[in-house]
């Protein structure tokens, strides 16, 4: 399979504000009033990544995920749409968020990423899938292809 670049159907990337006065700032991280209702929080987490290294790339069959890179740390992410019958399929779309470019990643199911930490020290991330990991208290199987365990995978991070 060949991909080629451009943006994809269903990924929202949004510009985030930092809200600044005198004893530091505040970002919106999400707002229900911004965000369909399928892709509401179910919970939310954060992550730190060491510098040169990447986490995906994997897909989910149900989960959506949004993904916030605000800092600390710039990271590249990676975006295959893998969906067959998606009007963006095979596109390939790799962009940079972070301290520099507060963003927010909505990444519906089906869409293959990845996101490496560009930055020359420990970096952020934060993650408000629609679905709990793992299910109810943890005992579902998880809603994740990782195709980061095949050496030969097509979803390559260049």
Same mark, same amino acid.
């Given at each position: 399979? !060949? ?64 993904? &916030? ?21 095979? =596109? ?8 520099? =470019? ?11 990423? !990845? ?7 420990? !970096?952020? &991330? ?7 990991? !793992? ?16 050496? =030969? ?6």
């Amino acid at each position: 399979m !060949a991909f080629k670049a451009g943006q994809i159907d269903g990924v929202k990337v949004t510009p985030l504000k930092r809200f600044k006065d005198k004893r530091g700032w505040l970002v919106e991280t999400f707002r229900h009033d911004e965000l369909e209702t399928e892709y509401f929080p179910t919970m939310g987490y954060s992550s730190e990544t060491l510098p040169g290294l990447s986490r995906g790339p994997h897909e989910h069959v149900d989960q959506a995920d949004l993904f &916030v890179f605000m800092g600390p740390g710039t990271f590249r992410m990676w975006l295959w749409d893998n969906r067959s019958l998606s009007k963006t399929y095979e =596109n390939k779309w790799v962009f940079e968020g972070g301290d520099e =470019n507060p963003i927010s990643v909505l990444v519906p199911k089906g869409v293959v990423h !990845a996101y490496k930490n560009v930055s020359s020290f420990p !970096a952020m &991330v934060h993650n408000f899938p629609n679905q709990l990991y !793992a299910g109810k208290n943890k005992k579902e199987p998880v809603d994740e292809i990782r195709h980061e365990d095949d050496p =030969n995978t097509i979803y390559q991070l260049n």
